[in-house]
């Protein structure tokens, strides 16, 4: 069974940075895709980052620009690096999977896996 853990939530400072991490077990395969979604209270589930098992990724228009997503296959982890972080990216972060070579992109009903989610808070 997949399992998805992530880490690296905290808090900061308007402008700063920091470094999600989702550790994917439980499956020998690198053939999958990962998504980064975001919860804010109050709100809708959305989309913040996606990295297919062919390399295409996709952000929202929201973090284009900020941030980056990227995959070491040795560690079996997948990095949502995130600058210039301001106080509208407060939210609770999952990360989630979708095995096999489909490119779910940041559309949340295609993925079969989800973690238990890291906080992350913007605030001066």
């Known amino acids: 069974q997949v399992q998805l853990v992530e880490s690296g939530g905290g808090s900061v400072q308007p402008g700063g940075s920091l470094t999600l991490s989702c550790q994917v077990s439980g499956t020998t395969s690198e053939v999958y895709s990962v998504g980064w979604f975001r919860q804010a209270p109050g709100k809708e589930r959305e989309g913040v980052a996606a990295?297919?098992?062919?390399?295409?990724?996709s952000f929202s228009d929201s973090v284009k620009g900020r941030f980056t997503i990227s995959r070491n296959n040795g560690a079996n982890t997948v990095n949502l690096q995130m600058n210039a972080l301001k106080s509208e990216d407060t939210a609770m972060y999952y990360c989630?999977?979708?095995?096999?070579?489909?490119?779910?992109?940041?559309?949340?009903?295609?993925?079969?896996?989800w973690g238990q989610g890291t906080q992350v808070f913007v605030s001066s």
């Open positions: 990295l297919a098992y062919d390399g295409t990724t």
């Open positions: 989630s999977l979708k095995m096999a070579t489909w490119r779910p992109g940041l559309r949340q009903s295609m993925y079969d896996y």
